[in-house]
């Protein structure tokens, strides 16, 4: 399931790979190392913050970005989502794959949509998968598209993971699959 939810990020990513990407909230580095293979030209960031809920490390991340072969355009530190230690309009591309819900250093979950998109520079692009149809965290889809409209990004665009990925019903989880979703656009 993780590698469907995957691929469908990467499909919506628009972007022609020249210049650097951030993945936020790496994990084991999947998603970094994804995109170093997808754009042979790009430099890579993965940031996460390895804390002891999730069996991820850096050290992980480096061991898979090395068995990948790509590790040299591929870098990973430790840092929190709420904070990014990262100018701003930094990345031509920024994404992330369900990390948002769990930055719990941010109580309002639109602040580290916020925060993401500070780093993305003017004409770069962002796609990021959370669970984005939970409203106490982000509101309706509607309103969810219209606030990062407000931030200054254009072609915002949402789609509901559920429906977007061909999963058979015994791996459809209602907790996280039910409620993913999809937002990406330009800068
Ligand atoms: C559901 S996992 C997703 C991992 C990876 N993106 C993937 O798709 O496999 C959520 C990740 O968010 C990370 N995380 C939680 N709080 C964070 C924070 N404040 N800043 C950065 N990463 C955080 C966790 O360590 C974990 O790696």
Known sequence: MQETVLDLLLSHI??????????????????????????????????????????YSQKQCEDNARAEGVIERVTF??????????????????????????????KNKLDVVKEAL??????????FQDLFLIKQYYGTPEQLTEAVGAMG?????????????????????????GTMGLLSGTK
């Open 14 to 55: 628009e972007w022609d790979g020249n210049g650097r990407a951030l993945d936020i909230g790496c994990g084991s580095g999947a998603l970094t190392i994804q995109l170093a293979k997808k754009y042979c030209k790009a430099q890579v960031i993965g940031i996460d913050y390895w804390d002891k809920h999730w069996d």
């Open 77 to 106: 530190q430790q840092a929190s989502a709420s904070k990014l230690p990262f100018d701003d309009e930094t990345f031509d591309l920024v994404v992330s794959n369900p990390t948002f819900h769990e930055v719990s250093d941010s």
């Open 118 to 127: 500070r780093v993305v520079k003017k004409g770069g692009s962002f796609a």
């Open 153 to 177: 990004m254009q072609n915002v665009h949402f789609s509901d993971t559920k429906n977007s990925v061909r999963l058979p019903m015994t791996l459809r989880p209602p907790f996280m699959l």
